[in-house]
């Protein structure tokens, strides 16, 4: 995911941890995650490192993007044919930092 924010900051995700982005996924799709989790982790009992792999391929696709910028707080999310929307903080006191973990 890469978004120029219209404040100027560049968000982009290269694939490393990163406080400013986040996966999310949609409530309606939980059931499907944790079918195809249960399916990969059955299909290959015994195998604990091939089955997190096949689990995690299987699932990868339900989940979604999401970022925020640390200047202005605006929120980007994408939505299923990863188009990117915006989203601007009401105010100024919101917190710009929502995906970081204390």
Do not use: W
Not at 11 to 23: E, I, M, Q, T, V
Not at 37 to 56: E, L, R, S
Not at 73 to 94: C, M
């Amino acid at each position: 995911m890469k978004v120029q924010c219209p404040c100027g900051e560049l968000l982009k995700h290269l694939g490393d941890p990163s406080s400013r982005f986040a996966d999310y996924l949609p409530s309606q799709l939980t059931d499907a995650y944790c079918e195809l989790t249960a399916k990969a982790v059955k299909a290959h009992v015994g195998d604990a490192d091939v089955a997190t792999q096949y689990a995690i391929d299987a699932t990868t696709g339900l989940f979604r993007r999401m970022c925020q910028c640390p200047k202005c707080g605006r929120l980007f999310v994408e939505d299923s044919e990863y188009r990117v929307f915006e989203f601007l903080p009401a105010n100024t006191d919101n917190p710009n930092n929502l995906f970081e973990r204390g």
